[in-house]
């Protein structure tokens, strides 16, 4: 049977995944022009920290209801679930405060 909650649970991390390289193309395009240092490189590690969380619901979609269940226990599955989007998306909001902050300090 077809684990469809843990399949469509992946579709909100890949969008995550993708909204950082977008973010990492942008930044960088804006980095060249205004000649800021390479920070935009942290979107992309937020993207790989965020989609190796994703490599790892993937190898348990078909599992069975029994492994999810072990896997709630196991701190190693608790990181790979949780912490590493949490450190990703952390990641990509510092580097995003970091490149466009300027947008909001603008007035008038």
């Known amino acids: 049977m077809a684990d469809w909650a843990g399949l469509f649970g992946l579709f909100g991390n890949i969008s995550i ?10 930044s960088r ?15 992309f590690a937020s ?9 790892a619901r993937v190898m348990n979609i078909g599992r069975g209801l029994e492994t999810a269940a072990s ?3 196991d701190p190693v599955w608790a990181v790979l679930y949780v ?3 949490a450190i990703g998306v952390s990641l ?3 580097v995003a405060w970091r490149y ?3 947008l909001l300090a603008e007035r008038g």
């Open 29 to 43: 395009r804006l980095g060249d022009v205004t000649r800021i240092p390479p920070y935009y490189r942290g979107f």
């Open 71 to 73: 896997i709630a226990h």
């Open 100 to 102: 466009w902050s300027w």
């Open 92 to 94: 990509g909001v510092a």
């Open 47 to 55: 993207a790989v920290l965020v989609g190796l969380s994703v490599l």
């Open 83 to 85: 912490g590493l989007p």
């Open 17 to 26: 995944v993708v909204a950082m390289l977008v973010m990492g193309v942008l």
